[in-house]
């Protein structure tokens, strides 16, 4: 397959699907064998991230330089590390680490793939000291003690090409111009943040003429964004940005923002790549690993390639090659003929699915409009949907927000997510009633996928059945969630009119919907229980197990039997089951765990 090396300069793989919520764990530890790399660069990517650079760090990976790199104990001494490290810090990992990072970069360098290594800098163990962190960028001692690190990364890992470099998140943290920091209040992030990257890019480049530092702007607001880019050097940094200002999703890439960083950065000679899905796993959906929805990946990677001044593409979450993945083949046809047409590459994905083909490429349609469909901007905590609950709440709906201090929380990122942040006062009903919207007509298109899906099984190559099994599985998964989310917010409305409308003629019709919205639950909640049975047996996690080692649920699913009750409260006293379900109560006591976003 040729690769169209005028789009995408830069193309950036990794391997690995890394576990969101949980330290220290993998969903899939995907091989670094020179088999998955080939993969990937037949594939059309041409650079490989060395480390995961995950914030739970999945087993133990390299998420900081001072995972790998230790000074010398007279810098060490002159230069000292003042905040504790957040890896396993004992010499049997950190040698493991190293062996990790040297074996990956030089496999990438026989297959004539570059290199980059993700980090976070300054290292202050992300949020934890606030807005007045320790290690300050302003502190030239800090400067010159990751300059020194880098000297030795350099040295201690001569195929590492290039660097990306996090100054928010991934462990890494910056002084507020509003917080308590003596050398940095009162002075803006775009006066001091460009000469400590240009720092650390000319630490570098001392030791990599042909390399770059690639910063990630995460958490910024879109102001600063703009403020600091015009101050970075060209010849040594270049942006590695999400898709838009607030996260990286599917179905929203290539946002206002994202096309005025890139223009802002052309201007100035900046080369920029833009982090985006390139497969099916993500941290959108995960744990449910298996979903396909290709032409939302083609459409994003369309919008993306369209913005002025980008000039490269990159993998955010991770990629598993040798497993079928749609998403990522579609990734494949767009590098090799970026003006493929959708009915053109709808074609050519079928293709190995044989008789099944034609179908498989309506069922492809239907899940990427049950993709574009739903909320995925309601909240960050729609994210995850994976460890979201079928058996949701029976308080109120309540939208939760992200109470986390960040320049881009506090700010820009509400140009995407509609509960940016926590609200003190309960959802308007029009809000319950878009999402609750939105979700429904998602769960219709990936019920109709479902329907059309178990109809081409039979048909599908005995190769990739089991693969689609899988798929089938986690697309009911993801559509008895959205089906959730849908009836619990009608619910909480049904139950605001009721409450307030007590006399109302159409009361009678509002409770009887009220409960065929129970039966409903309950019907998808049997449902949720004999599929998680059916998950072993077809390789996927248990959504049960997952729940239990986070703290909510059981394992198996037990009954529901709160709904049972509700229901039977309903038929037997509409009044009583008023004053007991769907009221308002706490604000936001997540009760089903952080990503079911509407139980309190």
Same mark, same amino acid.
């Given at each position: 397959?040729? #690769? ?9 793989? /990794? ?21 998955? =790399? ?6 059309? %990517? ?30 060490? !001494? ?23 990072? &040297?074996?990956?970069?030089? +496999?990438?360098?026989?297959?004539? *793939? ?16 606030? $807005? ?18 880098? $000297? ?32 940095? @209040? ?13 720092? *650390? ?83 959108? /959906? ?14 994003? *990677? ?31 046809? %767009? =590098? +090799? ?7 053109? !590459?709808? #074609? ?44 949701? !709440? ?50 219709? &298109? %990936? ?26 599985? $986690? ?7 959205? /089906? ?10 049904? +139950? ?8 109302? +003629? ?50 198996? @699913? ?9 229901? !039977? ?32």
């Amino acid at each position: 397959m040729t #690769t169209n090396l005028s789009l995408f300069q830069v193309r950036v793989g /990794q391997l690995g699907n890394p576990n969101s919520g949980e330290p220290f764990k993998y969903w899939r530890v995907v091989p670094w064998t020179d088999a998955n =790399l080939q993969r990937l660069k037949d594939a059309g %990517f041409n650079t490989i991230q060395v480390n995961i650079a995950w914030g739970p760090r999945p087993d133990d990976e390299v998420l900081n330089l001072e995972d790998v790199v230790e000074l010398p104990p007279d810098l060490a !001494a002159r230069y000292p590390q003042v905040v504790p490290l957040n890896c396993d810090p004992s010499a049997e990992r950190r040698a493991a680490r190293r062996q990790d990072v &040297a074996e990956r970069s030089a +496999a990438c360098h026989r297959l004539g *793939l570059r290199t980059i290594f993700h980090f976070g800098a300054p290292y202050n163990n992300h949020m934890r000291y606030g $807005d007045g962190p320790p290690n300050c960028i302003s502190d030239p001692d800090v400067l010159m003690r990751y300059q020194l690190l880098l $000297d030795q990364f350099a040295a201690d890992f001569p195929e590492v090409d290039d660097i990306l470099v996090y100054t928010y998140d991934q462990d890494a943290w910056l002084c507020s111009e509003f917080g308590p920091c003596p050398r940095c @209040l009162g002075k803006p992030l775009h006066e001091r943040l460009p000469q400590f990257l240009d720092g *650390l890019a000319v630490a570098w480049q001392k030791h990599r003429p042909d390399g770059r530092l690639w910063w990630e702007p995460w958490e910024l607001s879109a102001g600063q964004v703009y403020a600091c880019v015009p101050r970075l050097p060209a010849s040594r940094l270049g942006l590695a940005i999400h898709c838009n200002v607030a996260e990286v999703m599917g179905a929203q890439p290539a946002d206002r923002w994202l096309k005025n960083t890139a223009a802002i950065a052309a201007d100035h000679g900046l080369p920029v790549v833009v982090e985006y899905w390139l497969s099916g796993p993500c941290e959108e /959906q995960e744990p449910l690993l298996h979903l396909a929805h290709p032409l939302v990946t083609l459409r994003g *990677l369309r919008a993306i390639a369209a913005a002025p001044g980008v000039t490269g593409i990159k993998e955010y979450y991770g990629l598993d090659p040798d497993r079928e993945d749609p998403n990522l083949r579609m990734t494949a046809l %767009f =590098l +090799a003929n970026p003006n493929i047409t959708e009915a053109e !590459a709808l #074609t050519a994905l079928a293709a190995p699915y044989g008789a099944a083909g034609p179908g498989m490429q309506r069922f492809w349609q239907l899940t990427s409009r049950g993709m574009e469909l739903f909320p995925w901007d309601v909240t960050w905590y729609v994210r995850q949907i994976g460890r979201s609950r079928v058996d949701h !709440a029976l308080s109120a709906a309540r939208i939760r927000g992200m109470p986390c201090r960040t320049p881009s929380w506090c700010s820009t990122r509400a140009t995407i997510f509609l509960r940016a942040y926590e609200f003190y006062t309960e959802d308007d009903p029009w809000l319950r009633e878009d999402i609750e919207l939105r979700a429904r007509l998602a769960a219709e &298109a %990936f019920a109709e996928a479902e329907a059309l899906g178990g109809q081409l099984l039979p048909q599908v190559p005995a190769a990739l059945r089991l693969s689609f099994e899988r798929t089938l599985l $986690d697309l009911g998964r993801l559509r008895r969630r959205a /089906q959730a989310y849908a009836l619990h917010l009608r619910e909480t409305n049904l +139950a605001g009119m009721l409450a307030e409308y007590p006399q109302a +003629a159409a009361r009678a019709d509002l409770l009887a919907e009220m409960r065929a919205c129970l039966v409903a639950d309950l019907a998808s909640y049997a449902e949720e229980r004999a599929a998680d049975d059916a998950a072993e047996g077809l390789g996927l996690f248990r959504l049960s197990i997952i729940a239990a080692r986070m703290g909510y649920g059981e394992s198996p @699913l037990p009954p529901w039997t709160e709904a049972e009750e509700a229901l !039977a409260l309903l038929d037997a006293d509409p009044d009583a089951f008023l004053q007991t379900y769907f009221q308002a109560g706490a604000m936001n006591t997540a009760s089903k765990g952080l990503h079911s976003m509407t139980s309190r």
